[in-house]
């Protein structure tokens, strides 16, 4: 049974940081696409980042670029999310996901198996 687990966030000031983690257990990590996602307040959920299988493929909407960065390490079947430069408009519940597919996608529609979500407020 595939699990995904999120942690990391909190309560940031503006051009701070976070460093989120997605632990994933029941699969083989190595296997699978992980996207992160974040939902703001009475918005729809939108892709972040997402990561190849292998890890040597990213990609990143644009909002988010040079200053989120993804990484995996397939080992300790974890996927991280490095925020920094953090702005008010990154609030939201971050959520990762993971499908069996090659490739790179932020599409939620890509993806099947989701985490419970870690809030993110960044506010002074």
């Known amino acids: 049974q595939l699990q995904l687990v999120e942690s990391g966030g909190g309560l940031v000031q503006p051009r701070g940081s976070l460093r989120l983690s997605c632990e994933t257990s029941?699969?083989?990590?190595?296997?699978?696409?992980i996207g992160w996602f974040r939902q703001a307040p009475g918005k729809e959920r939108e892709g972040v980042s997402c990561?190849?299988?292998?890890?040597?493929?990213?990609e990143y909407a644009d909002s988010v670029k040079d200053r989120f960065t993804i990484s995996r390490d397939n080992t300790s079947n974890t996927v991280y999310l490095q925020m920094n430069s953090l702005k008010p408009e990154d609030t939201g519940v971050y959520y990762c996901?993971?499908?069996?597919?090659?490739?790179?996608?932020?599409?939620?529609?890509?993806?099947?198996?989701w985490g419970q979500g870690t809030q993110v407020i960044v506010s002074s």
């Open positions: 990561i190849v299988p292998g890890g040597s493929t990213t």
């Open positions: 029941g699969i083989r990590l190595s296997y699978y696409r």
């Open positions: 996901a993971a499908v069996w597919k090659i490739g790179c996608s932020i599409e939620v529609r890509e993806f099947r198996d």
